[in-house]
């Protein structure tokens, strides 16, 4: 049988329909919209599988234009901006029924010798076999599993602070959270899976850090939430089936829109990646 892990290996292999034309499968759910990780990954594959002599990813910027919709096929078109001796550039056009639902432009770097050296400090944190797994503290309290964790599925989350399930936990919670990820099982050598698999994974927990002080991460939601931009800066080789740490804060909620920031520290304490998200919040009608 196919695992979750499997499943995501495939969402993540497109078919190429054209010259620098791909396309993806969106899974068939019951929700609104298709998950803008899945795009975001996806886009990204499209990018990598143009770049010649396996020159790795080293950032991504990326705007949400639309919601996608699930179950129908997404295509891929890559534009190939630059091949520098040092730096490819693409810009990748996500397109669904005619219209444009995302744009991602990504750079690809020849990893150089740098005179310079440093970074932020890991936090000392639990380690994550001292944490349960998220799915697993959920189905236990909720009795059942939301229709938006299936997109979690192929990945163990484990949150570093305790899951709060009412409004009554929330007094002094800062906007912040924090989480040990990977995915449940081995992935392909292929260093482009470990870092489109990331990005996938990248937009499942970001905008938890401005939720935190208003609403518990599960259970009953007040608020309507969409991704809007999405931006990543790969510092480091790292595997994404082995624990990676992703702390994230909200620096600023505002005006209906809440940014986050991210940092993932692999086990060894090195910092990976940075991330930085803004989200679109809006108050469900009928609820307090």
């Known amino acids: 049988m196919e695992t979750p892990v499997d499943h995501l290996v495939d969402l993540l292999d497109l078919e190429q329909i054209e010259h620098n034309i791909f396309r993806g499968r969106s899974p068939e759910e019951a929700l609104q919209r298709t998950f803008g990780g899945q795009v975001a990954g996806q886009a990204l594959v499209a990018a990598g599988r143009t770049v010649e002599g396996g020159r790795p990813v080293h950032s991504l910027h990326a705007y949400f234009l639309r919601p996608g919709v699930p179950g129908v096929p997404i295509v891929y078109q890559v534009d190939r901006i630059r091949d520098g001796r040092s730096f490819t550039t693409r810009r990748v056009l996500g397109i669904q029924q ?14 150089e010798q740098g005179g310079i050296e440093h970074q932020a400090q890991m936090p000392d944190v639990a380690d994550p076999e ?15 599993l939301p229709p938006f964790i299936s997109r979690r599925q192929p990945f163990d989350i484990r949150y570093v602070d305790r899951l709060r399930w009412s409004k009554d936990e929330l007094a002094d919670v800062e906007p912040r959270s924090g989480v040990w990820l990977r995915t449940h099982g081995a992935l392909p050598d292929d260093p482009l899976i470990h870092v489109c698999a990331l990005t996938y994974a990248s937009d499942m927990t970001l905008l938890d850090a401005v939720r935190a002080p208003i609403e518990p991460l599960w259970g009953e939601r007040n608020f309507d939430m969409a991704s809007l931009d ?4 790969f510092h480091r080789p790292f595997r ?4 990676l740490l992703y702390q994230q804060e909200s620096p600023i909620a505002h005006g209906a829109r809440g940014l986050a920031r991210g940092q993932i520290f692999d086990r060894k304490g090195r910092l990976v990646v940075s991330v930085v998200q803004e989200g679109l919040f809006r108050p469900l009608t009928g609820r307090g």
Do not use: C, N, Y
């Not at 001292?130 to 059942?144: M, R, Y």
């Open 240 to 243: 994404a089936d082995d624990w």
């Open 230 to 233: 999405h931006a990543m800066w």
């Open 98 to 111: 005619g219209r444009s639902i995302f744009a991602l432009t990504a750079d690809f770097h020849q990893p």
């Open 130 to 144: 001292d944490l349960p797994s998220a799915l697993e503290e959920v189905g236990a309290k909720l009795g059942e």
